[in-house]
């Protein structure tokens, strides 16, 4: 239980420092320059985790657990030591990438170890306390980040992680056995490259894809490195000893199919969050703090959930039911979204929210549970690495083609606006923002809301299609029972 703390304690670290830094960025901007940066800040961490997350469980699974979370920990430690002493923009971003690679190991690492930890059916427990303090950081990060930086100043939103750290290195380094290496093992350092090469290049294409000042070369070169990274990331795991992803492990139907179906979790949830925002203060005038309070109970009903969904596994070792209902509420759910309009209740969000915590909280930490149950146990944080990297690359590539379904769709509706409506649009309704629609008189306001929210609605109705694709995959799954032992 000590080991299991100073994991999830480590894991609450990880996942925090990706929202805490949101609050403190205007100010980071302001003391060290470089407006046009900005957004490094948050993707140089994101892009960092994302790469690292098989060599991770690969690793853990070789070598064991302790000696590379404790690695991953000094790495962390050390890029939030340089971040607090930024003295520029780039060394800042240059910090981030460092403390996004052990950001990573966190991640997976603590994932693997619940997996090693406990027996099979007691995992879904304590991954659904995991859960909750994934929600908690959600919850806690931008708020913590604010405070911090009122209080203390941005640097002590990074420094914060150091006296937490080392008292979690020190509490693991202690607790936790060393597994005893009987083999020499051999590396699969081509193979680990080309997957970060393939990760890196598809998660920044859905970055980039949506700045404002359209393609440019690297929106069509992007795609073609990833694609290419990753066949050719294929044929080198095909030929490797000890490949850092096992293909094999996709030869289980299981994995396979949670496998899928996390991208297409990532990309209707996860990547959902941004969208949600803008929409909500568009339409309702609401400025971001206000806003942010219809996100609590998406993340308390998440966090609820999680438990109750993991006590439940325990008891009867059934999963199979809950990502289909989850994935049912959530097509449900985006079709709700499209009868919602400027009258809408703020108690009816806040409604719809909470409902979409419950869809989560039966999917991500479930999944995890089942393709544990499915790996072998000497591959259990290469299985773990891959799920957690399928949900990174779907939220990423959610965010951009979710994003251009709705840049189609209110351009479409630009194309139906009055003349007079569309005369207060210089930049039409892809350039509505919350602030100019505050700004327009009501008739016009009302008019434009209206289409606005049509344009909306289509992607809401794609992403009610990806969630259907989701639920037929989970049908899919075998309807097994977890043992109650390993």
Same mark, same amino acid.
């Given at each position: 239980?000590?080991?299991?703390?100073?994991?999830?304690?480590?894991? &609450?670290?990880?996942?925090?420092?990706?929202?805490i830094v949101v609050t403190a960025l205007p100010t980071i901007a302001g003391e060290?320059?470089?407006?046009? $940066?900005?957004?490094?800040?948050?993707?140089?961490?994101?892009?960092?985790?994302?790469?690292?997350?098989?060599?991770?469980?690969?690793?853990?699974?070789?070598?064991?657990?302790?000696?590379?979370?404790?690695?991953?920990?000094?790495?962390?430690?050390?890029?939030?030591?340089?971040?607090?002493?930024?003295?520029?923009?780039?060394?800042?971003?240059?910090?981030?990438?460092?403390?996004?690679? #052990?950001?990573?190991?966190?991640?997976?690492? +603590?994932?693997?170890?619940? #997996?090693?930890?406990?027996?099979?059916?007691?995992?879904?427990?304590?991954? #659904?306390?995991?859960?909750? =303090?994934?929600?908690?950081?959600?919850?806690?990060?931008?708020?913590?980040?604010?405070?911090?930086?009122?209080?203390?100043?941005?640097?002590?939103?990074?420094?914060?992680?150091?006296?937490?750290?080392?008292?979690?290195?020190?509490?693991?380094?202690?607790?936790?056995?060393?597994?005893?290496?009987?083999?020499?093992?051999?590396?699969?350092?081509?193979?680990?490259?080309?997957?970060?090469?393939?990760? *890196?290049?598809?998660? !920044?294409?859905?970055?980039?894809?949506?700045?404002?000042?359209?393609?440019? $070369?690297?929106? &069509?070169?992007?795609?073609? @490195?990833?694609?290419?990274? #990753?066949?050719?990331?294929?044929?080198?795991?095909?030929?490797?000893?000890?490949?850092?992803?096992?293909?094999?492990?996709?030869?289980?139907?299981?994995?396979?199919?949670?496998?899928?179906?996390?991208?297409?979790?990532?990309?209707?949830?996860?990547?959902? &969050?941004? !969208?949600?925002a803008l929409y909500f203060q568009t339409l309702t005038g609401l400025g971001p703090?206000?806003?942010?309070?219809?996100?609590?109970? +998406?993340?308390?009903?998440?966090?609820?959930?999680?438990?109750?969904?993991?006590?439940?596994?325990?008891?009867?070792?059934?999963?199979?039911?809950?990502?289909?209902?989850?994935?049912?509420?959530?097509?449900?759910?985006?079709?709700?979204?499209?009868?919602?309009?400027?009258?809408?209740?703020?108690?009816?969000?806040?409604?719809?929210?909470?409902?979409?915590? @419950?869809?989560?909280?039966?999917? &991500?930490?479930?999944?995890?549970?089942?393709?544990?149950?499915?790996?072998?146990?000497?591959? @259990?944080?290469?299985?773990?690495?891959?799920? *957690?990297?399928?949900? *990174?690359?779907?939220?990423?590539?959610?965010?951009?083609?979710?994003?251009? =379904?709705?840049?189609?769709?209110?351009?479409?509706?630009?194309?139906?606006?009055?003349?007079?409506?569309?005369? +207060?649009?210089?930049?039409?309704? *892809?350039?509505?923002?919350?602030?100019?629609?505050?700004?327009?008189?009501?008739?016009?306001?009302?008019?434009?809301?209206?289409?606005?929210?049509?344009?909306?609605? =289509?992607?809401?109705?794609? =992403? +009610?299609?990806?969630?259907?694709?989701?639920?037929?995959?989970?049908?899919?799954?075998?309807?097994?029972? @977890?043992?109650?032992?390993?």
């Open positions: 239980m000590l080991v299991y703390f100073g994991a999830l304690i480590a894991m &609450f670290m990880a996942s925090m420092d990706m929202q060290l320059g470089n407006l046009h $940066l900005f957004g490094w800040v948050g993707s140089a961490y994101l892009l960092s985790t994302a790469a690292v997350s098989p060599f991770y469980g690969k690793l853990g699974d070789m070598y064991g657990r302790k000696i590379v979370v404790m690695t991953a920990i000094v790495l962390f430690l050390i890029g939030s030591a340089i971040c607090g002493m930024a003295w520029s923009m780039e060394s800042l971003i240059a910090a981030r990438v460092l403390q996004g690679i #052990g950001g990573g190991g966190l991640m997976v690492s +603590a994932f693997a170890m619940i #997996g090693e930890l406990f027996g099979p059916r007691d995992r879904a427990k304590y991954q #659904g306390y995991t859960s909750a =303090v994934f929600a908690l950081s959600s919850i806690l990060g931008p708020v913590a980040g604010g405070y911090i930086t009122d209080l203390f100043g941005w640097r002590w939103v990074f420094l914060v992680n150091l006296p937490i750290g080392i008292v979690v290195l020190f509490v693991i380094g202690a607790a936790m056995k060393r597994k005893f290496v009987e083999k020499q093992h051999k590396v699969d350092w081509l193979g680990g490259v080309l997957i970060a090469i393939a990760t *890196t290049a598809i998660v !920044y294409w859905s970055d980039h894809v949506l700045d404002p000042g359209g393609p440019d $070369l690297l929106t &069509f070169i992007l795609p073609v @490195i990833g694609i290419a990274a #990753g066949i050719a990331f294929v044929r080198v795991e095909n030929r490797s000893v000890e490949p850092i992803i096992p293909l094999r492990l996709f030869k289980n139907h299981t994995i396979s199919i949670v496998s899928g179906v996390s991208v297409l979790a990532g990309a209707s949830t996860l990547g959902m &969050f941004f !969208y949600f703090a206000e806003v942010g309070f219809l996100f609590l109970p +998406a993340s308390a009903t998440s966090m609820v959930v999680s438990v109750i969904a993991g006590r439940i596994i325990a008891t009867t070792g059934r999963y199979k039911w809950m990502p289909v209902v989850a994935m049912a509420v959530g097509a449900a759910l985006m079709v709700g979204f499209t009868f919602i309009n400027s009258a809408t209740s703020l108690w009816v969000l806040g409604i719809m929210m909470a409902v979409f915590g @419950i869809s989560m909280g039966l999917q &991500f930490q479930v999944l995890m549970v089942a393709i544990q149950a499915a790996a072998p146990p000497s591959d @259990i944080g290469a299985a773990t690495g891959v799920v *957690t990297q399928a949900r *990174t690359v779907g939220a990423s590539l959610g965010l951009a083609v979710n994003g251009a =379904v709705m840049t189609w769709a209110l351009n479409v509706q630009n194309s139906l606006l009055p003349a007079d409506a569309a005369a +207060a649009l210089p930049g039409g309704l *892809t350039g509505l923002s919350p602030h100019i629609a505050a700004a327009l008189s009501p008739e016009a306001r009302q008019v434009v809301l209206g289409h606005y929210s049509a344009g909306i609605n =289509v992607m809401f109705l794609w =992403v +009610a299609a990806m969630y259907v694709a989701a639920m037929v995959l989970t049908i899919l799954l075998k309807d097994v029972q @977890i043992p109650k032992r390993a």
